[in-house]
């Protein structure tokens, strides 16, 4: 990547790198390698850590707190935090919420909501699916009823991430049923502790518990809740959609996994030659590094057209079918390369890079199906840039 610096960028990189491994606790950094789901105390002590340093919420504007980085240099501070083996900050409140209620959000919700996003202290969920309304997410059935003051909404939301943690949620509701299905939606704020708000774990085929079905039952928000205008949720929820694809496409994640597994690969085995040394092995690290560059200069790409305020379009979905793919094919590919060593639990593991990847292996399967199904993206990569019907 070092040719698309400038030397500016290249001296950013040295402060950024050097500052991210003085201040990243040893024991966040190891957790981070070996664990997939990480606690809220984790992901809230690394991000007010950030935000001493005002870099918690490095992409939001100047004005909404942000450090008024390029998209360059967000990138290489994202690049560098991964690299360190940094936890993730939340995805729904940094990366989500935040940029929506900048866009959207009144003056008083973006004063009271968006500061505790940025120091860590409130956590968000994302309430968008539903058991039938998924892919097809203008079917959800979840329903806001005008009350004196306020709404009442009833409803069952599928697959909320950390919504067992989280303090408010994002909850897409209709609130029109005369019109088109996309037409009637609109966007709520809801706090997780409200009357009427009921959680059930959901556990994954990596036995871990990320996510949750919730219901809303007889939930009362008040006026101030709604975020922007009544029925008009559609378009902002398509904003926050493409934030969550870009993102998704988690391509820093992936390439210290493939560094790290490279590495791994390259060393010589007790008995027998390194991995590497095998041409068919060097051929599929050759492929998967070649699809990993692509990936950085595509996502660099969608960046430079956000500053120059073009939101994310279909790009948005090409990251992501590509990302999600490349994030299954490293985890495969070390699945094989670890061998029999996967089968051990992260706590048993004897070498600290064997841990963790079969729980990430397993989990992984999610990331062509969250974030928007891959079948779906194809479809709008197809009809928007391609014209096809
Ligand atoms: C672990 C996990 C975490 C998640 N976290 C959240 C969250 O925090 N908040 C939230 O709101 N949602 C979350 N989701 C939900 C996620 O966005 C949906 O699962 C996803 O949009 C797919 O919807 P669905 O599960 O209803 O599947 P369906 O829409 O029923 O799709 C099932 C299959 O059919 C295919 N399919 C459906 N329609 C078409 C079509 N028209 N053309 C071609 N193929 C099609 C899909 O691609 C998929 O393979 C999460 C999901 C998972 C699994």
Redesign the pocket.
Known sequence: MDAFFTDDERAFRAEIRSAIRAMLPADLARKTRAGIHLSREDMARWNALLDANGWAAHHWPEEAGGPGWTPIQRFIFEAECAAADAPPLSV?GIYLVGPTLHAFGSHAQKARYLPPIRSGEEFW?????????????ASVRTTARRVEGGWVLNGQ???????HFADLMIC?ARTNREVKPQAGLSLFIVDMRAPGVVLTP?I?IDGGH??NTVFLDDVLVGDDALIGEVDQGWGYAKFLLNHERTNNAQVHRSRREFERLKAFAAAPRAGGSPVLDDPAFRRRFAVLEASLSGLEATVLRVLVDQTEGREPGPEASIVKVIGSRLQQAISELAMEVIGEDALELPEAARDEEVAGWTERHL?RR?V?????????Q??IIARSTLGLR
Request: glycine share 10%; charged share 20%; net charge negative.
């Open positions: 729904f969920c994302q309430g968008y699916s539903e058991p039938e309304a998924g892919s097809d997410l939301k599928a697959w909320t991430t950390e919504g897409l959901v994954t990320s996510v989990f999610v062509t199906i969250y974030a928007g199904a891959n079948e779906i194809k479809t």
